[in-house]
């Protein structure tokens, strides 16, 4: 069993390294669309953030997600829309709202990681208490939920503007309006 056992390890090292290829890959086919289709991509960005924000709001009356936590994934999304501004895919790196952004997100997954890890605490506890070996309440949410929650309601948007950063990397350089000390002029 031992061959057996180095080729399970060999066989998950090469599917973990065919699924991180096939994500990079994948980003960087985003961030292509993202940099041909800048128009589009604003648009779809700006209306993915009014999307969310509604999710949050169903999460908050069909779920009863704690009203301070939905609160501040809205605040935290209407900083994310400042980005979209009328230059866009031009984003600033020290502008505040990239600053804020990248702080809040941040912050965002680490208020809802402490929610959902001290709700399922809660409930293996409870299931401990009540009768051992019970499978966890259903009224805590599972992996696969607390996966999308992340993925759709913490990290799409900011991983949307992380995509958008290189937009504008092969664009040529615009004229600022100061004065080319190369250019000639006539008499």
Not at 76 to 93: D, E, G, K, R
Request: glycine share 4%; proline share 4%.
């Amino acid at each position: 069993m031992t061959l057996l056992h180095g080729l399970s390890y060999a066989g998950a090292a090469a599917a973990f390294i065919f699924v991180t290829l096939s994500l990079a890959s994948g980003l960087l086919w985003i961030s292509e669309l993202i940099e041909e289709h800048s128009r589009y991509a604003k648009v779809i960005g700006r209306r993915s953030i009014y999307a969310v924000i509604a999710i949050h709001v169903l999460l908050y009356f069909y779920d009863s997600l704690p009203l301070k936590h939905i609160l501040f994934s809205i605040f935290c999304h209407i900083v994310y829309l400042q980005n979209f501004t009328a230059s866009w895919p031009f984003i600033s790196l020290t502008s505040l709202s990239f600053l804020a952004s990248c702080v809040l997100v941040i912050v965002d997954h680490f208020l809802w990681f402490f929610y959902f890890a001290g709700v399922t605490q809660d409930a293996r506890h409870r299931a401990h208490r009540t009768s051992r070996g019970a499978p966890i309440s259903q009224n805590s949410p599972g992996f696969a939920d607390i996966a999308t929650f992340f993925g759709v309601c913490v990290w799409l948007v900011p991983l949307f503007l992380f995509l958008s950063l290189s937009a504008n990397d092969n664009a040529l350089p615009v004229n600022s309006g100061t004065s080319n000390p190369l250019r000639c002029t006539a008499d």
